[in-house]
């Protein structure tokens, strides 16, 4: 069974500064994906990495895929109370080959951005 | 377009009484996906299926769950009978393939007194 971690639980920051939260496991991965849940909505994703090293940028996120596949992170640089929400890592693990991998979702991060 | 499209939003309801829960995919897509979310245990995938034929059950609590998908634009996640620790929100997604990035509808929360 795989051990996923991601940190921290809780952060509350005001506008404008910058943060970074992450996603690490004991597992190796074959993707992973990043999501962002508001209150009362269902998770939106954000991005997929898949290469180990891989750097993608989606305005003021950078989403990290750590070289070995086993940990990513998320880097908002300026927050903005628009941010705020729960974020959700789901790294994806290949299923005999088929296209059935299964995700499996983090606890998250409880992102709050203060004006 | 629409999303993913869940029913009822909210339910609340006597413990020992039959809940179903109802989703809508998006059309065109293949795989369909019943999620659980608490504060304890987070998102807790149930049920997906591909092509309306379940693939991955282990996720099922027990036997008082099942879900069903009678054809491509309809499924349903059944409680029989409902207990208090069931309370929770629950997420219906859908995506083209089983490894493509899933849409969420917005989550049925249900409250079992």
Partial sequence: TQLLEQSPQFLSIQEGENLTVYCNSSSVFSSLQWYRQEPGEGPVLLVTVVTGGEVKKLKRLTFQFGDARKDSSLHITAAQPGDTGLYLCAPRTSAGGTSYGKLTFGQGTILTVHP | ?113
């Avoid at chain 2, 092509?51 to 282990?58: E, L, M, R, Y």
């Fill in chain 2, 1 to 113: 377009d629409a999303g993913v499209i869940q029913s009822p939003r909210h339910e609340v309801t006597e413990m020992g009484q039959e809940v179903t829960l109802r989703c809508k995919p998006i059309s065109g897509h293949n795989s369909l996906f019943w999620y659980r979310q608490t504060m304890m245990r987070g998102l807790e995938l149930l049920i997906y299926f591909n092509n309306n034929v379940p693939i991955d059950d282990s996720g099922m609590p027990e036997d008082r769950f099942s879900a069903k998908m009678p054809n491509a634009s309809f499924s349903t996640l059944k409680i029989q009978p409902s207990e208090p620790r069931d309370s929770a929100v629950y997420f219906c997604a859908s995506s083209y393939l089983g490894g493509q990035p899933q849409h969420f509808g917005d989550g049925t929360r249900l409250s079992i007194l």
